[in-house]
């Protein structure tokens, strides 16, 4: 079974950091782009920042040069180092991952989510 787990959140005051982990493990045979989004009360989910297999990061706008996306596919880890951290940052934090499976002779693909981690900032 495919799993997404999440660690690394809590509660930080304004300014702070916050470093998140999101380890993929199973019949994992190929792990491609992974991600990070967000979701908070009374909004929809969000992207937060994307990176590829090979190591291309993307960023929305509003963490632009706080957050910084990063990966060690030799552990199947994708992290988020969160820095000046807001209160308009608190969320739960989701990692997404596209992943090729193989299991019983076949592959397939699709994407994957994690449990989400929380993550509060106080003014």
């Known amino acids: 079974q495919v799993q997404l787990v999440e660690s690394g959140g809590g509660l930080v005051q304004a300014g702070g950091s916050l470093r998140l982990s999101c380890a993929a493990s199973g019949s994992i045979f190929s792990i491609n782009d992974m991600g990070w989004y967000r979701q908070a009360p009374g909004k929809q989910r969000e992207l937060v920042a994307t990176?590829?297999?090979?190591?291309?990061?993307n960023y929305k706008d509003f963490v632009k040069g706080r957050f910084t996306i990063s990966r060690d596919n030799a552990k199947n880890t994708v992290y988020l180092q969160m820095n000046s951290l807001t209160p308009e940052d608190t969320a739960v934090y989701y990692c997404n991952a596209d992943l090729e499976i193989y299991s019983l002779g076949y592959y397939s693909r699709r994407g994957y989510w994690g449990q989400g981690t929380q993550d509060t900032v106080s003014s």
């Open positions: 990176i590829t297999s090979g190591g291309s990061t």
